[in-house]
């Protein structure tokens, strides 16, 4: 929400909707990175870390939000984005004046670059006149990798995080902290030259758990905080490393299989069909393998991922009916839901025609990537980028149906989603069977319910392609999720002795239907249902 008219969301827009959080139900609140940065990558290039960017409010604006939210029941993560800075950071400014200055060893510097490319194309390595060096960049070439093994970087992170911790702040997302520890020597990734990637050399490499309970010990174990690392290709066994209950690290990881679901062998932008059995293959081994040892994260949006409606529910016709049931999903497993903003009320897909129209720096790169390959059409490039690019889910928030969505009185940075007028905050809290009513009835559902957040997990048919059912239970109370992934009518039918007689209908997402249960299930369209054992919910 922008609150000064500039066409920016800002900290003062978003303190004037803290109520509407609370009315929702949302209790803790992730704010993407607003520290000082050029915006190279939207942010996550930093260039001070205890101050703003002045687009985004002062800090005086930060300590009204924090105090509002506290006031409110809420609390407030912010971004962490420590695995590199902004080129125009003091630290790297210093660092790259000579070969021998103190600050030289902050960031990953060498005479000749290994063969590792950039999440956003080329290289990942670039040579720096001045001292005839290449430094190391995992992302942008304005994103520098800082030296974790350096101690003194370690030292300078905790001190800044303990800054954001005494000013109340009630702790931290990650970004991209799987990849903090680069293996020794940096050896050349094997294979294909510059274009192969190094992945598994930055990728939970060695130091990192030893880094993780160090920054735990030294900060975190000091404070009442939770934690969420983004840890990009984890197992669930890996992910147990970072957040296990014995390990001393984080209190969760954000987890990527089911992102990659519909990717195709040359990465996100190589689109490709997905099935339910591989969706529901990869929600249930991390729902089991996690169960009783680890805390799961639960999202299927967020600021670098296309909106879920258009990826995993139909955006046309059934909107509001797929919006539904993946919400239903997302409030009915085991773990953390994660709503990310627009999410609550099936903000869609954009499709401009113009590139002009993108502003993510990983979109613009990878279109002037593929021109100059000259290998795909426009058309097809574009067909990408619709499908995947991060600007999807950056479009403003859609919060009335007047001019820019009411986001903002002026236009936004990037253009809003011309379907403001009929998919809006406005428009949706007056209506007792919109997608946003329906996820506040969820989140309090949940709150209402211990199954649905100490419950254990199994999936009751693993190959079937066109619905999931799962169960629940904590001791004698079950919760049973029905839902139907298609734009057509599906039958469910439970296998003797998987569902008790006596549970009830406690949500769906469509009028009437079946309330008690019974074989078959007859489900309409997206049809989503979630049953209890009401007589004894608590
Ligand atoms: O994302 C990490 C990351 O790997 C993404 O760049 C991902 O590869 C891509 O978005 C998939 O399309 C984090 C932040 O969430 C992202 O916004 C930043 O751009 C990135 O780190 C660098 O800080
Ligand atoms: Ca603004």
């Not at 984080?250 to 339910?276: H, P, Y």
């Not at 989603?417 to 949706?428: A, C, G, I, L």
């Not at 007689?501 to 989503?528: D, I, Q």
């Amino acid at each position: 929400m922008d609150g000064n008219g500039d066409g920016i969301g800002d900290l003062k827009g978003i303190l004037s909707k803290l109520d509407y959080l609370k009315w929702l139900g949302v209790e803790v609140v992730w704010l993407s990175p607003i520290y000082k940065s050029p915006n190279d990558d939207m942010g996550y290039d930093i260039s001070d870390y205890r101050s703003l960017n002045p687009e985004l409010g002062t800090m005086a604006d930060f300590d009204q939000l924090l105090s509002g939210l506290h006031q409110r029941g809420m609390r407030l993560i912010m971004d962490l984005v420590v695995n590199h800075t902004s080129d125009e950071h003091e630290w790297f400014r210093r660092s790259r004046e000579t070969r021998d200055n103190a600050y030289r060893d902050y960031y990953i510097w060498r005479a000749k670059p290994n063969n590792w490319s950039s999440f956003f194309g080329g290289p990942a390595w670039t040579l720096d006149e001045r001292t005839g060096e290449y430094y190391l960049h995992l992302f942008s070439t304005k994103q520098p990798d800082l030296n974790w093994d350096n101690p003194r970087v370690r030292t300078e992170i905790y001190e800044m995080m303990r800054w954001w911790l005494d000013k109340g702040v009630d702790g931290f997302r990650m970004d991209v902290i799987g990849c903090i520890s680069k293996v020794p020597g940096l050896p050349d990734a094997p294979g294909k030259g510059e274009l192969e990637w190094g992945g598994p050399f930055f990728l939970n490499g060695p130091h990192v758990h030893e880094y993780l309970q160090d920054m735990q010990a030294e900060v975190l174990s000091h404070y009442d905080v939770m934690t969420v690392g983004e840890t990009l290709s984890v197992t669930p066994e890996q992910a147990l490393e970072y957040t296990g209950f014995t390990r001393g690290e984080l209190s969760m990881v954000f987890q990527f299989e089911l992102m990659g679901i519909d990717a195709g062998t040359d990465g996100k932008w190589d689109l490709k069909d997905w099935k339910v059995s591989e969706f529901k293959r990869i929600s249930s081994r991390w729902q089991t393998e996690l169960y009783g040892h680890g805390w799961n994260t639960l999202y299927l949006s967020n600021h670098d991922q296309p909106r879920q409606v258009s990826r995993f529910g139909d955006d046309g016709k059934y909107r509001v009916e797929s919006a539904k049931m993946l919400a239903t999903l997302l409030h009915t497993l085991q773990g953390t839901p994660f709503i990310y903003q627009g999410e609550e009320i099936g903000m869609t897909n954009v499709c401009f025609d113009s590139i002009e129209d993108y502003r993510d720096i990983e979109t613009l790169n990878w279109y002037k990537e593929q021109i100059a390959k000259g290998e795909r059409s426009v058309a097809e490039i574009m067909r990408s980028i619709h499908a995947k690019g991060r600007d999807n889910a950056r479009t403003p928030m859609q919060w009335t149906g007047a001019p820019n969505g009411g986001f903002s009185i002026r236009p936004p940075w990037l253009p809003v989603n011309p379907n403001y007028r009929t998919v809006n905050v406005e428009k949706q809290r007056a209506d007792a069977h919109s997608v946003l009513n329906y996820y506040r009835a969820l989140i309090r559902l949940r709150k209402e319910n211990l199954v649905l957040v100490y419950g254990d997990y199994t999936v009751l048919n693993p190959e079937d392609e066109t619905t999931y059912a799962f169960v629940r239970r904590l001791d004698d109370l079950w919760v049973l999720t029905v839902l139907n992934f298609t734009p057509d009518q599906q039958t469910f039918v439970a296998a003797p002795g998987q569902l008790p007689a006596s549970l009830r209908l406690v949500l769906s997402n469509y009028p009437g239907g079946e309330r008690t249960v019974e074989k078959p299930f007859h489900l309409r369209p997206y049809e989503a249902r979630v049953y209890l054992t009401v007589a004894e919910r608590r």
